[in-house]
């Protein structure tokens, strides 16, 4: 429990912060690929979605049009969320202010488990049913905690930007330095990025493996081992800002709830 209440607290480090990244990038794959076996539509690659839209409007798929402005919908709508929570937490001194969107995005993904088939029949004004949108919701949920935990380095949901800088950091690696380039003009690749990136795709592929072999064989039910990951992960922080709350409210003199201010006893200050 201190371990994993150590990769989603507050106090940030390199490691923690890399960790955490590896573990998102293995769930986004098997959010992305599974739910794609669902819905039959991949809800992190908002890129796609944005062409759907520019190409829907120009052969007048209207249909396809409300879908795709669905799902950006939803994705904006779920790093906002991330931002809202974030923030807040940041205000408040809470150790879990980057549980509070994991936790969320751990019950949303215990509903699509439960209640998926029921969500994916379940009609919108979008032209997509529910499970498209609350799918594209979660990746964005995800996407922002991590971009705004690392400062926009790692990012879990999409791979465009990871195989880009794979790919220059590999270029760097093949670029040839003429003999007698100072040294602090040669070109070298960063090696730990490298293995970072590397990691990252390894894992957004494993997470895709896992994600649409589980729904061919399982069905949605093979998210809920997923959705209990992310709740190990996110508890332990909120728990322990439950626990300072609760020990406050007991030290305060009376039941904490209504207090008299007609009398001549000073207040504490909070």
């Known amino acids: 429990m201190r371990v994993l209440r150590h990769l989603t607290t507050r106090h940030r480090t390199l490691a923690t912060n890399r960790t955490l990244g590896l573990m998102l990038a293995f769930n986004a794959g098997a959010m992305n690929a599974g739910g794609f076996m669902a819905v039959h539509m991949y809800t992190s690659h908002m890129t796609g979605f944005l062409a759907t839209l520019a190409d829907s409007l120009v052969i007048g798929e209207f249909a396809l049009v409300l879908g795709a402005m669905g799902a950006l919908w939803a994705f904006m709508s779920g790093a906002g969320t991330t931002a809202i929570l974030v923030n807040w937490a940041r205000q408040q001194r809470l150790e879990g202010t980057w549980a509070l969107p994991l936790l969320l995005e751990a019950v949303l993904m215990l509903l699509f488990g439960l209640l998926g088939a029921a969500l994916q029949q379940w009609p919108t004004p979008f032209a997509v049913p529910l499970a498209v949108l609350l799918l594209a919701f979660m990746m964005g949920l995800?996407?922002?905690?991590?971009?705004?935990m690392s400062s926009a380095q790692i990012r879990t949901t999409h791979m465009t930007g990871v195989v880009t800088d794979l790919g220059m950091e590999l270029g760097k690696m093949l670029y040839w330095n003429r003999r007698g380039t100072p040294r602090a003009a040669a070109v070298r690749a960063n090696r730990e990025r490298t293995r970072l990136f590397a990691s990252l795709l390894?894992?957004?592929l494993a997470g895709g493996v896992v994600g649409a072999a589980g729904f061919q064989?399982?069905?949605?039910?093979?998210?809920?081992?997923?959705?209990a990951l992310l709740l190990a992960l996110s508890l332990p922080p909120v728990l322990a800002d439950l626990q300072r709350l609760a020990r406050r409210r007991a030290a305060r003199p009376g039941d904490g709830s209504d207090t008299d201010l007609s009398d001549d006893t000073p207040c504490r200050p909070r």
Do not use: E, S, Y
């Not at 064989?217 to 959705?227: K, L, Y």
């Open 142 to 148: 995800q996407n922002a905690v991590v971009t705004k």
């Open 217 to 227: 064989h399982v069905g949605f039910v093979w998210v809920v081992p997923q959705a």
């Open 202 to 204: 390894g894992l957004f």
